[in-house]
């Protein structure tokens, strides 16, 4: 947060800002305030901190910092703000792990709408909540109905504003600055002369205001601007006047500033005069963030000259009037901002040395009407597809068009007016037939070829036109409620102007199974004890590998990468790497001392590729030097020249066509598909795809190498799920034996399977040049090449054939499903061997056969991602089960009912059921979320609805638990200390599944004292050898027992003690076996039973017992889509799941909660793009959407199954950490329902393919309306061009 003296309010201003936009320059004379200096555990936790850490608000930790100080500086600006202030504050940030939910309900408690419960008469106080029942009724007054107690906040005790810098504040804002860097000279002038003067003076300095447009390329695309200019502190820049005619913005005003200003004057003015300032409000509301908004500036937006500038086409559609000043011209130039204002692209009319003064905005006439409109991949904090901005004068008392001005973002190369269209329109009666006529109109104006950069050409093109629509329907209601006679809106006319839900304020409920009464209060297990991190997280203090304080002489090492997808590496060329500043050595493979060869499954990867590279990312060597700064330029300036190799496989399509495939083939097969298949009532035949999915875990791969100097030890800091995978290679790699390489790891900021294996990438080559160089090295990956080299989640193509009765029950299926491995195995084939494995879920499909293929491609290798090929298999089976529903007309959870296993069923992976708790997750699912009468309800809704359709469904889970033989051992070391503290050190990672709290659990259960006693440090391979890498939702259970195991044993060792001297407390206790030389220390070793099983792909046959047991669930959703847009809000979603006796049911509940919504991302909006040429399009958070706070369902219900007992895993509790990911392809099918009810409405019946995911951009196409269709791409032209991305 930064603070500064507010010249023009006379007041203390607070904003949130983006730290990695923020210069360090640009906060002179600013208090900085962190999140280590609001409160801390040695100190006093600020309230912000408090309630997100009791409410179970964070999970990693990694994002928690940045979202504690949005709340904060929200806080600082309004002590009680609203729930829209609070989820409008929170619009900047990104949460991997929560789902949202905990920090919404955390945060709710500080706004002003506590005590109205959003669940109106069902709410729990009225009715009385269950004793036996954990209930945690959210914004329910949460203070005393969950138990959850934390301080009053009082504002009055907030940091003050440093005296010295108020003091100083005049002199610090007038004062002109120039500080002068290694690199850079940065100037802050004060006044306008001083400003057209330095322009003068350095004629190529770049002008920067918020930075937030720059510092994109300056700190991603590693630009260097010699000399900046920034116009800040000039107070003309930073005016608003308004006068009778419009406002006038300073250049230099914020956003923000601008949003506080048109507030106050459209709440005084509600006239028609302001219509632009509500347009310009909304666009402002869908505009990056807070900390974007907070110091971006307006004129930073116009002179950008960015095609998908929100604001250019207000501006454009108001005739906006730009005023610039030349630096050798005292008098000022106006000009209009039309579309001459932007001859090219990323350019303006301004001339060389001209700085934007100020834009003028005049005041909307009378019979004039004007609404803008956006489009982007995530509704919050995204850029735009396609923005909008269109104005009509009318001839005064008619409906006779004097004048229509429009401008589109995102349809050219700048912001466009369609002239002719404009034209046309001059004259014309504002009525049905225009709408029509616009199209025609409008393909001639603004057309997309196929190769048009950003893509979706088709998609864009019909947004222009619903926007057109939207917009012919807004201006004929204004006039009807004007009392124009000359129109009526019907009821298809309002649904399309109507609101969208995702106003709908955020709640949820959480519910569980109560310990039982009789259970000590000492014993923690199956309580709602709260992330031993959570408080570390909130304040800062949590340590990852990149908060490791610096060693003596550390270098940093950056990687050189390679930018082909398939090709020789002709020749590398670090001539001009070695000249740059900090430059220390350059490694390739003839630095490593032992084998380059990466051995996954296979040995097919090298740490750096010798002589060819197969895929754009691939590591061709690193530079290493004094700094992160220093390295990272350095390795931008290695040359390599490549010579293309022919294929390029960038696709599944282009895998199939060239056979190029990781053999063998798994198969899956019971029963005779082939036979069973002739004796259905009906076949039918269908195809479906499921994207990627990229990990984006908040923390990137980070490594820290350190040599100890004898031996060949090195000890490695590794954020890793898979310490013992990291030993083994390393040791190969320097060519050592493992005993002398310890790594550790104390947490990591998120995995998700992405850090299982993947980890490699730096930790290998850290450790090869910490050999090199005999110092400490350490790496952690900008987040563009994180995204780059790591892969993610298997692509999936899959065509089907299935057969079924009339009754709804399916006989026969066959299936094939290709996944996209990338350029290398990793665990693609155990990753399909799940997939197809999982397909059936929860189903008796008594003849099937599966066969899964590995494609391998040019892209990065795919990996592990949480559920490991699962969600991939059942949404195929799902979305054929949609199929024969639709098919027999049948209620799709009626074919789900008919076909799903009852006990004494036999699985195609030979596995009989024994398991009741599947129909009772689905029966309460059902119950619970109401389902029948809100299905009657969406379809009376879809019947009055015409542009906004609802759907709901419901999907059933059963998910096994099933490991590798060998892997299922788990190793731990509990030590015991004179002062009766204990340390537990187990072999899995803390990677925010809260693994370390339960076992910390399990721990004060098996000892009996306070979970406050045990401590867990860290994973290291020097306490615990050999251990499985924490994944595939089995880790608690596998160390859980390990643990209990030692635990166990130790108190068989002070058995004897405690029994001879009961008055013993805990710490006499042991001091008492100290002395009587028992040891303390002991090791846990848990070899899980049960599994025994080997699959032979050639008959498709599993052997022997695959399954540990099953994790059970039900989820519900309901989603309403704007089939205009293509917009979707997911209005409520229920799941009940079984996770037996719940080790921590506020863990368990939240990785429900993250799971799913991470499914969400998976299943509708995450869409990782290649180009044709194999680069991946959507490297960092802005190109790759995952969901926002806005995105969580509006009314989010969890319900842990009660009385479920699991005799397979400790204290009878479940796996958690996977299962609910596969649930969320729910909200897929729901979409998949409102877009078949749209479709019917275009008269378009039966099933359609729709892939996965369901972005708006696909969602709207699939709608099928007259306006997508008309829109469809021009077949004419740019046809011969390769599409501008592709999904591989
Ligand atoms: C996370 C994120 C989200 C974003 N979301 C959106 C979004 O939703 N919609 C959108 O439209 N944009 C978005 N942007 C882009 C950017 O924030 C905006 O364009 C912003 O308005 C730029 O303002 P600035 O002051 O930061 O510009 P700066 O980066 O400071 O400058 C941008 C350009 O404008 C020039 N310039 C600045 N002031 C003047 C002047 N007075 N005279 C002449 N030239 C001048 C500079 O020389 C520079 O070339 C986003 C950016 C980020 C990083
Ligand atoms: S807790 Fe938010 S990203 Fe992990």
């Known amino acids: 947060m930064i603070s500064k003296w507010d010249h023009i309010n006379n007041k203390i201003e607070h904003y949130s800002a983006n730290a990695c936009l923020a210069p360090v320059v640009s906060v002179h004379g600013c208090a900085v305030t962190t999140v280590e200096g609001i409160g801390s555990t040695k100190t006093k936790l600020h309230a912000v901190q408090e309630r997100l850490a009791k409410f179970h608000g964070s999970q990693c930790g990694f994002c928690t910092p940045g979202i504690v100080m949005s709340m904060y500086a929200l806080l600082r600006n309004k002590p009680v703000p609203s729930a829209e202030d609070i989820e409008g504050c929170l619009q900047g940030n990104l949460c991997r792990c929560t789902g949202y939910r905990p920090i919404l309900s955390a945060f709710q408690t500080f706004s002003d709408s506590t005590s109205g419960c959003p669940m109106g008469t069902s709410c729990c106080k009225l009715n009385g909540a269950e004793k036996t029942e954990g209930n945690l009724e959210l914004n329910c007054d949460p203070h005393a109905s969950s138990g959850v ?11 003050i504003f440093p005296p010295e810098l108020l003091t100083k504040s005049c002199e610090l804002a007038s004062k002109p600055l120039k500080f002068v860097g290694e690199r850079i000279t940065w100037f802050r002038p004060t006044s306008l002369d001083e400003l057209t003067s330095l322009r003068k003076t350095y004629p190529d300095s770049q002008l920067v205001n918020g930075n937030t447009e720059i510092g994109v390329e300056t700190g991603v695309k590693g630009r260097l601007f010699k000399v900046i200019v920034n116009p800040s502190a000039i107070s003309k820049l930073k005016e608003i006047v308004a006068d009778d005619k419009g406002v006038k913005f300073g250049a230099a005003c914020t956003l923000t500033q601008i949003k506080e200003e048109l507030t106050k004057m459209v709440k005084t003015d509600q006239s028609f005069q302001t219509q632009w300032m509500a347009a310009f409000l909304e666009m402002l509301h869908w505009f990056a963030g807070d900390q974007i908004r907070n110091v971006a500036a307006i004129g930073g937006n116009t002179m950008t000259a960015s095609p998908i500038s929100d ?77 909008a901005a269109m104005r009509v004068v009318f001839h005064p008392g008619t409906c006779k068009v004097l004048k229509f001005v429009a401008a589109f973002g995102g349809m050219a190369a700048t912001s466009v007016m369609p002239e002719k269209t404009m034209q046309n329109m001059i004259g014309r009666e504002w009525k049905e037939d225009l709408v029509d006529d616009f199209s025609k109109w409008i393909s001639e104006d603004l057309f997309l070829d196929k190769g048009a950069p950003g893509g979706m050409v088709e998609y864009r093109e019909a947004l222009v036109v619903s926007f057109f629509f939207k917009f012919f329907l807004h201006v004929k209601s204004c006039r009807v409620k004007e009392g124009a006679k000359d129109g009526i809106i019907s009821k298809d006319e309002s649904s399309a102007l109507e609101k969208p839900a995702y106003n709908l304020k955020q709640f949820g409920t959480r519910t569980w199974q109560e310990v039982p009464p009789n259970q000590p209060e000492e014993d923690k297990v199956g309580r709602d004890v709260q992330h031993v991190s959570g408080i570390k997280h909130t304040t800062g203090e949590a340590v990852y590998v990149d908060d490791i304080p610096q060693y003596k002489d550390e270098l940093y090492l950056a990687h050189v990468i390679s930018t082909r997808a398939h090709a020789f590496i002709r020749n590398v060329d670090i001539q001009k790497a070695m000249m740059s500043p900090g430059f220390v050595t350059y490694l390739d493979d003839r630095d490593v001392p032992g084998t380059n060869t990466v051995t996954v499954l296979k040995s097919d990867e090298q740490i750096f590729a ?33 010579e293309d190799i022919d294929p390029v496989i960038i696709t599944i399509k282009d895998a199939i066509k060239h056979k190029s495939y990781f053999p063998p083939p ?56 898979d310490l013992d995978f990291m ?28 850090k299982q294996l993947r980890s490699w990438l730096v930790c290998l080559p850290v450790a090869v040049a910490a050999n090199k160089c005999g110092k400490p090295v350490r790496c952690m990956l900008p987040r563009k090449d994180d995204m780059l080299m790591t892969g993610g989640r298997h692509p999936f193509y899959a065509n089907y054939k299935v057969g079924f009765m009339n009754s709804g029950k399916v006989q026969s299926i066959k299936v094939q499903l290709f996944s996209n491995c990338g350029h290398t195995y990793d665990h693609s084939v155990p990753i399909l061997s799940v997939a197809v494995a999982k397909f059936s879920n929860a189903y008796n499909f008594p003849n099937i056969h599966l066969e899964g293929i590995a494609c391998k491609t040019n892209v990065a290798s795919n990996t592990a991602f949480r559920g490991y090929g699962g969600p991939q298999g059942l949404f195929v089976a799902e979305n054929l089960l949609n199929n024969v529903a639709e098919y027999l007309t049948i209620p799709q959870e009626k074919i789900r009912e008919i076909n799903m296993l009852k006990s004494g069923d036999i699985t195609c992976y030979s596995h009989k059921i024994e398991n009741p708790q599947l129909r009772r997750c689905w029966d309460e699912c059902l119950a619970k979320s109401d389902f029948y009468s809100r299905k009657t309800r969406c379809e009376e809704f879809n019947k009055r609805s015409r542009w906004r359709k609802r759907g709901l469904a419901c999907i059933p889970l059963l998910h096994f638990l099933t490991f590798p033989h060998f892997l299922c051992q788990a190793g731990a070391l509990v030590n015991i200390y004179t002062d009766g503290s204990v340390s537990v050190t187990h072999g899995g990672t803390e990677m925010g599944q809260g693994l370390h709290t339960k076992i910390i659990q399990i721990a004060g259960r098996c000892l009996g004292i306070p979970v406050s006693r045990i401590h867990i440090s860290e994973t290291t391979t020097a306490s615990v050898p050999n251990a499985s890498a924490t994944v595939a939702s089995i880790s608690s259970d596998m160390y859980g027992m390990a643990v209990q195991y030692a635990c166990d044993e130790l108190m068989r060792r002070l058995n004897p003690i405690r029994k001879q001297f009961p008055e013993l407390d805990w710490n006499n206790l042991i001091n008492k076996a100290y002395m009587n030389r028992v040891s303390l220390s002991a090791t846990g070793f848990y070899n899980m039973p049960g599994f025994n099983w080997s699959w032979n792909f050639d008959i498709g046959k599993i052997e022997g017992n695959y399954v540990q047991y099953y994790t059970n669930g039900a989820a519900v959703s309901e989603v309403e889509v704007d089939c205009l847009t293509g917009v979707h809000v997911v209005l409520q979603t229920d799941i009940v799941m079984d996770v037996g006796r719940s080790l921590n049911p506020a863990i368990d509940i939240g990785q429900i909660e993250g799971g799913f919504v991470q499914g969400y991302g998976m299943f509708t909006m995450e869409e990782p793009l290649h180009t044709p040429s194999g680069h991946l399009l959507t490297v960092g958070p802005g190109a790759y959407k995952i969901p926002g706070f806005g995105d969580c369902p509006r009314q989010f219900n969890v319900h842990l199954l009660r009385n479920s007992e699991n005799d397979k895993a400790i204290y009878s509790s479940k796996g958690i950490g996977e299962p609910p990911l596969l649930l969320a392809c729910v909200v897929f099918f729901a979409i998949e329902n409102a877009v078949s009810a749209a479709r019917k409405d275009s008269g378009l019946f039966g ?17 099928g309306d007259k306006f997508s269709k008309q829109h469809e791409f021009h077949k004419s032209d740019g046809n011969n061009k390769l599409p501008w991305s592709i999904r591989a």
């Open 1247 to 1263: 099933s359609f393919r729709l892939n996965s995911p369901a972005t708006a951009e696909s969602i709207r196409m699939a709608c």
């Open 727 to 754: 030993q083994r290679q390393v040791a190969a790699s320097l060519n050592v034996e493992r005993n002398k390489i310890r790594v550790r790891c104390k947490r990591i900021g998120g995995g998700f399977g992405g």
């Open 610 to 642: 010798k002589e060819k590279v197969t895929c754009v990312g691939q590591i061709i060597g690193a530079v290493v030097a004094d700094s992160q700064a220093h390295a990272q330029r350095a390795a931008q300036l290695v040359q390599v020249e490549y």
């Open 311 to 387: 604001l250019n086409p207000i501006l454009m559609a108001n005739e906006s009037m730009a005023t610039f000043r030349l630096h050798s011209r005292a008098k000022d130039r106006q000009v209009l901002m039309d579309q001459s204002f932007f001859p090219k692209y990323r350019t303006t009319c301004a001339e060389k040395g001209e700085v934007l003064i100020s834009v003028f905005l005049p005041f909307n006439a009378k019979d004039e009407y004007m609404k803008a409109y956006k489009q982007s991949k995530r509704r919050e904090d995204d850029i735009a597809i396609v923005n």
């Open 149 to 159: 107690c934390f301080s009053h906040y009082d504002p009055t005790q907030e940091i």
């Open 666 to 721: 798994v198969r899956l097969i019971d029963g005779d598909a082939d036979v069973a298949m002739e004796t259905c009532d009906h076949v039918i035949e269908g195809e479906i795809s499921v994207g990627g999915q990229e990990h984006f875990y908040m923390e990137t791969q980070a490594a820290l190498a350190l040599p100890v100097g004898e031996d060949g030890e090195m000890e490695i800091f590794s954020a890793t799920q």
